[in-house]
């Protein structure tokens, strides 16, 4: 067993009824190349799933499309039976093909087979939450989510899903699928080069609703930016360092869930997401920002 930190960085947040850790793990790198197949190192991966749980990770991130199947695989065989405390958030709307491609599956019957796929690799009888997966491969896309959402709210309504969300959406999506059901987090692209999101993360905190970047480093080499490295050697801190805490620190509904398939570099992330920022750093990193929206303090 690993030591135990004495608080993982940016404490915890409430979905709904469950606690969970800020700082979160995300499951898609454990499957293999192109999040496709097995790992290539399965103890690997089994032991870097042991070590959020032992870091006191409780809110780890997956899908039953990323393998397929691989990723709840292994959180079972790791996990299983899970701690009350560890709370598991999946997605659906999305499935794979043989070329590796995400072709959508949010008909109704596709939603219906996805959730009860991921009870049956997870080993649960009810999710905790499910994140509706809109757009495509290129971000989210126009259009009304309704007959989805109400596939899932109906599910919900008969005791599989305990919470619901959306994933790769529009902030008129969000709307769309608040008017139809309560939502606990949304989960879009977001990161320090990438603030096309900034008012409604500002809005979601308001309301109390959870905002969950993925590929929170993605889009663009932390060696790219001059003042994200500027920073971090000012820190004596490496540029993921600095990334993962600026996320952290943008606004207190900000949940993170940065990947990987090594324990060593999960506790790295986990270290360095706790470093302080001064309103001098930030100021810095927000000038990083395509939307040029500053940061509210």
Same mark, same amino acid.
């Given at each position: ?74 959180i079972r065989e790791a996990l299983h /039976?899970? $701690?009350? *405390? #560890? ?6 709307? +999305?499935?794979?093909? =043989? %070329? &590796? ?38 971000? /989210?896309? $126009?259009? *009304? #989510? ?6 899932? +709210?109906?599910?919900? =309504? %008969? &005791? ?43 809005? #979601? ?12 480093? &993605? ?79």
């Open positions: 067993m690993s030591t135990l930190p004495a608080a993982l960085p940016g404490g915890t947040w409430t979905l709904g009824d469950l606690n969970v850790t800020r700082f979160g793990y995300g499951a898609m790198q454990l499957a293999g190349p192109g999040v496709m197949g097995p790992p290539a190192d399965r103890d690997g991966a089994l032991a870097v799933l042991r070590e959020a749980a032992d870091l006191g990770i409780t809110h780890i991130d997956t899908s039953n499309a990323y393998g397929p199947r691989i990723t709840n695989q292994l /039976p899970y $701690p009350e *405390s #560890l709370h598991i958030v999946t997605k659906v709307g +999305a499935t794979r093909d =043989q %070329q &590796g491609g995400w072709p959508p599956a949010r008909d109704p019957e596709s939603l219906r087979r996805s959730v009860n796929d991921n009870l049956e690799s997870l080993g649960l009888e009810v999710l905790d939450v499910v994140n509706l997966r809109l757009g495509n491969a290129q971000g /989210p896309q $126009p259009g *009304s #989510l309704a007959e989805p959402f109400e596939t899932l +709210a109906r599910l919900q =309504q %008969q &005791g599989l899903i305990r919470h619901l969300g959306v994933s790769n959406a529009t902030a008129e999506q969000v709307a769309e699928a608040q008017a139809i059901a309560p939502i606990v987090c949304v989960q879009n692209m977001y990161n320090l080069a990438y603030r096309h999101d900034d008012k409604l993360i500002d809005e #979601l905190a308001e309301q109390g609703t959870a905002y969950v970047p993925f590929f929170p480093l &993605g889009g663009f080499s932390p060696l790219q930016s001059s003042a994200l490295s500027a920073v971090a050697a000012r820190l004596d801190a490496t540029p993921m360092s600095v990334a993962l805490a600026w996320l952290l620190q943008r606004s207190p509904n900000i949940l993170l869930i940065p990947g990987t398939s090594s324990a060593a570099h999960l506790r790295q992330n986990a270290d360095g997401a706790g470093l302080s920022l001064s309103g001098d750093d930030l100021a810095e990193l927000d000038k990083i920002g395509a939307s040029g929206v500053s940061r509210k303090s």
